[in-house]
């Protein structure tokens, strides 16, 4: 081994508790990098995937009732590449186990076999068999929620009649992803009361009397096809059969869901690992700077002896490559374990089948040379300051380090405070770029915790705007087809029913100059108070004389309140009219328009009816209401309101916890890097004067205070920074995040915050008491006997 | 305020062991030593004799392996730290070769520094204008010669009234010129404020100025004199 190589082992070893810090530091950010990126690049390569496979649409349409002749007709638009012609209808669902009706979405399968769009992909069982009408396949999660197999059995309403049917396989489609009822109220999915069923598709015709015709109809596209002009010719192909308009892949619930998740991985994937690389280069920086100051002696009689400046800088290099080739190793299996993790909960999430995750070596290299990038980064400024030095200056010491009166002592700051802090604030406006990247580096960690948390926030705000404020029945039941309002009286007799309250949702198309909006008209009666609608602010909202639109949906239109839309009704008579908006309404939720009961029915021309109602209901009841609800065959689903808030608490938890502890114990690392680094390289630096203060007769204690004073004012400064940051970073979540079906709201509680400070400043302390540690171990008399 | 006259140290049969990795090395063996208040002392001895050592273990930054010394009443052989910085605080004064300046304090503020720890300092002007840097006051370390940053450390040493002064090689990294600068000032604090001063160097021609010399070798005391007259500064050459 050279002596060059030896020295560089040995300095290394000195250094081993900076460079471990970094290390450290740097795996968090390997490690993140490999997780995140190879989890998109997945989640990404399984979707498409999952697409192409199941050939999954690309346009997507209802109607009343239309024959399937006309599917041919489809077909023939130029640009139309594969149609496939459906039967799909809502039904109640009688679920062995389970004490209310739950709502299923059936739809119809050919027989035999799979469809040629939106193929089904089975997880259990099989297909049903030939003849036997009465097989189903059921959507896994809803399977697996009520604890359904192949083999058992439930009874589905078909034509007002119960009909039993046996579960022969349960299956996944990338149609429902994300499963939520069609015109749901609530976009959390409920997969105990919601499930999707395949039936076969003559014994479903039949009983919807739909034998030879179809009532929905999905294509995908040919190669070349303009999407806006398919949607155009195939509407006013199925306008006379009740075409409700049809729509694109990107306005289909599940795709938009999974989608817009999707992406915001590729965010974080690229902002989280850049945060640690960052701060890693900045702590090697620091600490480079440091060994190349302290060893101006030995490099200069290295110069002398005729060692060429690249040799030498490929020394300090080589330093520099250390902790990040060491960073490399368990960084990249902590990677590739967390993406395996986060492979496995994200495709059980998203239901990707084959789901077997990979690991991926372009990300691996990526990720090596990200890393590589980064150290040096680091290490290039202290090698560039190596090769400037000359010989002969570099044999003479260095002179004391040069002070001059600054800013703050220009202001008459400086002469106001006590000698310790004016010699913290001078050593700090002495190098501002150093202070600067390190509030800056605990900022971010502060930052970062608080990001994660705000997370939270935002979700126990949107549960209790949503399961609190908005929505206070406590079951809702869908009905079948639109009813006299008379059924509010019937409702009221049921047993522990105390308030009923009545809704009518139509299809409709909103159109404003050129822009169109296919989505749900909410008929709400005058006064609701079981549901209601309410903004950002919990303010309620009501539609009166005219249409209340949420505030995506008119920025969608362009219109303000006072402007007249078209609205074109999707059902029924098919009229179109002009309403003014009446107001704009900011919600957290879903988006849609609203207009009173009455209003609805005027436009519709029919006699006021509901399609909905909400129940608030006396607990005790809620078993013999569930019995004579199941009993009714105008009632298409129950929903129980406490049923949908604990799946929504278990998706949430399931999700979001492994990331939380992630990013809270990478912000303590990057925190903790930060603190004892900087502190290590202050002791390093004022060493000496440390030492002289001791020896005058200063405390340790005292000492201590002059050399972490200044990472404690350092730190104190992060911290409004760091909130100032936590909230961008959770702003940045929010706009990444909103959805015309979802927003999240900007609420940071005081605990969170409380929480992300708490956290750096602990991990503050931690590192300070090291430094300190070693302050207690220096030695006065050595170190006074060095020149520096 | 410095005693004139009596025993301020008494030290008796003081060893130093040293482990230098797997060797021991004995620093002193056996050194008596009596230093009275007032006085002006240079240790003499070549590098290794243990000069530094014993004015450590007199400092209160080190203490002896065997042997007793005491300062007044305060016992320098129990190794307490808090009882040792409190001992430094309160009594002694300290000079090195290397100076040792807060480079991010000017030289008022330096001695300022120390004042604030005192119980009876000078004001810090009067102890810069003691080492004649009264027109200096506002520079930092880096704008000063290594002469002035050795009487702003002087001045800084002599601000709290200490009982003594240690000097260890205080002219070592100066040139002739300035090392007698440095010298006179050491020579005038004794004289008007009656500080005891010892001064550690391995230059002979330094114990010219003092009351006593005493010789160290291999960690022992080989001799002590006692000058008949004291030189002034200007009087010594080297």
């Known amino acids: ?788 | 305020m410095a005693t004139s006259v009596g025993v301020v140290f008494q030290a008796t049969g003081l060893s130093k062991r040293y482990r230098m990795g797997e060797i021991d090395v004995w620093a002193l063996r056996g050194v008596d030593l009596e230093l009275q208040g007032g006085e002006f002392v240079v240790l003499l001895g070549p590098s290794g004799s243990g000069k530094s050592t014993l004015l450590n273990i007199l400092g209160g930054l080190d203490v002896p392996t065997s042997g007793t010394v005491r300062f007044l009443d305060h016992d320098l052989t129990v190794d307490d730290d808090a009882e040792l910085t409190r001992f430094r605080r309160e009594h002694v004064g300290f000079v090195f070769q290397f100076y040792n300046l807060i480079p991010s304090l000017t030289a008022l503020e330096n001695v300022a520094l120390v004042t604030e720890i005192a119980e009876r300092p000078l004001d810090p002007v009067e102890a810069l204008r003691l080492v004649g840097l009264e027109a200096r006051l506002h520079h930092f370390p880096a704008q000063l010669s290594g002469g002035e940053q050795q009487r702003v450390a002087i001045a800084r040493a002599v601000a709290k009234r200490p009982d003594v002064l240690l000097c260890d090689e205080p002219t070592g990294a100066l040139d002739y010129e300035t090392g007698l600068m440095v010298l006179q000032v050491l020579e005038k604090v004794n004289r008007e404020l009656g500080t005891t001063v010892a001064v550690i160097t391995h230059n002979a021609a330094i114990a010219g100025m003092a009351d006593r010399v005493i010789r160290l070798r291999s960690g022992q005391v080989v001799d002590v004199t006692r000058n008949a007259r004291r030189l002034a500064p200007t009087e010594l050459s080297w």
């Not at chain 1, 979802?742 to 602990?762: E, K, N, Q, T």
Request: hydrophobic share 50%.
């Open chain 1, 1 to 788: 081994m050279s002596a060059l190589r030896r020295k560089l082992y040995r300095d290394a070893w000195r250094h081993r508790g900076p460079l471990s810090a970094i290390a450290v530091v740097m795996t968090c950010g390997v490690a993140l990098f490999i997780a995140l990126r190879s989890m998109h690049g997945y989640l990404r390569e399984r979707q498409a995937a999952y697409y192409a496979d199941s050939r999954f649409a690309d346009l997507f349409v209802r109607v009343t009732r239309a024959p399937r002749g006309l599917a041919a007709r489809v077909r023939a638009i130029p640009g139309v590449g594969a149609v496939e012609a459906r039967v799909v209808s809502a039904s109640r669902m009688d679920v062995p186990g389970l004490d209310e009706p739950a709502t299923a979405l059936l739809v119809s399968l050919p027989e035999p076999g799979q469809p040629g769009l939106n193929t089904v992909v089975l997880r259990a069982g099989q297909l049903p068999a030939a003849g036997r009408p009465d097989q189903v396949l059921a959507s896994e999660a809803f399977a697996r929620a009520n604890g359904l197999g192949p083999g058992d059995s439930l009874a589905v309403i078909l034509r007002g009649r119960w009909e039993r049917v046996q579960i022969a396989g349960t299956a996944i489609s990338p149609e429902f992803i994300y499963e939520i009822p069609p015109g749901a109220a609530s976009v959390f999915p409920d997969n105990r009361h919601f499930g999707v069923i395949w039936m076969p598709a003559a014994g479903l015709a039949a009983a919807l009397d739909l034998t030879g015709a179809f009532n929905d109809l999905v294509l995908r596209f040919a190669p070349g096809a303009i999407p806006l002009d398919i949607v155009e010719r195939v509407d006013a192909l199925l306008a006379p059969y009740g075409g409700t308009g049809a729509y694109l892949r990107a306005d289909q619930v599940s795709h938009q869901f999974v989608d817009s998740e999707i992406a915001e991985t590729r965010v974080t994937s690229i902002f989280l690992p850049g945060v640690f690389l960052g701060v890693t280069a900045f702590l090697l920086n620091l600490v480079l700077s440091r060994l190349v100051a302290t060893e101006r002696e030995q490099i200069a009689v290295l110069k002398a002896f005729g060692f060429r400046d690249g040799v030498i800088a490929r020394h300090y290099l080589a330093f520099a490559a250390i902790p990040v080739g060491v960073a490399t190793i368990p960084g990249g299996a902590l990677g590739l374990w967390l993406a395996g993790q986060f492979a496995a909960i994200y495709a059980r999430f998203y239901q990707f089948p084959n789901a077997a995750w990979h690991a991926d070596p372009a990300v691996l290299l990526l990720a090596v040379g990200v890393s590589g990038g980064a150290g040096l980064l680091g290490a290039l400024g202290a090698v560039r300051r190596v090769v400037r030095l000359p010989p002969a200056e570099a044999m003479r010491p260095e002179g004391p380090a040069t002070y001059r009166p600054g800013f703050l002592d220009r202001a008459g700051v400086v002469n106001r405070v006590p000698l310790a802090v004016r010699s913290i604030a001078r050593s700090l406006q002495r190098m501002p770029l150093r202070a600067l990247l390190t509030v800056t580096g605990l900022a971010l960690a502060i930052g970062l915790t608080l990001a994660g948390l705000f997370m939270f926030d935002a979700i126990d705000y949107l549960k209790r705007l949503q399961f609190e404020v908005a929505s206070r029945q406590d079951a809702s039941v869908a009905f079948d087809i639109p009813l006299a309002l008379g059924v509010r009286d019937e409702l009221a007799r049921l047993p522990g029913v105390r308030q009923v309250e009545l809704r009518r949702d139509v299809p409709v198309r909103l159109r404003h100059g050129n822009r169109t909006v296919r989505t749900g008209l909410q008929g709400v009666e005058p006064g609701a108070e079981l549901q209601r609608i309410v903004d950002d602010a919990e303010h309620v909202h009501r539609p009166r004389g005219g249409l209340l639109l949420t505030a995506t949906l008119a920025d969608r239109l362009g219109v303000r309140p006072g402007d007249l839309i078209e609205v074109d009704l999707l059902e029924g008579h098919r009229r179109s009219v002009t309403l003014p908006v009446s107001g704009t309404v900011r919600q957290m939720l879903g988006h849609g328009v609203y207009a009173e009961l009455a209003l609805v029915a005027e436009l519709a021309d029919e006699a006021p009816a509901a399609t909905s109602a909400l129940l608030r209901v006396d607990p005790r009841y809620r078993d013999a209401l569930n019995q004579r609800l199941r009993a009714l065959p105008a009632v298409a689903g129950v929903g129980w309101l406490d049923a949908t808030l604990a799946g929504f608490e278990k998706t949430i938890a399931e999700s979001f916890r492994i990331s939380l502890v992630t990013l809270v114990l990478f912000a303590v690392i990057i925190a903790g890097g930060v603190v004892y680094n900087a502190g290590r390289i202050t002791l390093a630096e004022r060493g000496r004067e440390l030492a002289s203060l001791r020896v005058l007769g200063f405390t340790r204690g005292e000492v201590a205070r002059m050399l972490l004073g200044e990472q404690g004012l350092l730190l104190a400064c992060a911290i409004p920074l760091g909130l100032v940051v936590g909230t961008a970073l959770a702003w940045l979540v929010v706009t990444r995040f909103s959805s015309d079906l979802f927003r999240l709201p900007l609420v940071v509680s005081a605990w969170s915050r409380v929480f992300a400070v708490g956290v750096v400043l602990i991990a503050g302390v931690v590192s300070g008491l090291l430094v300190w540690r070693r302050l207690a171990r220096l030695d006065l008399v050595a170190v006074l006997k060095t020149r520096e």
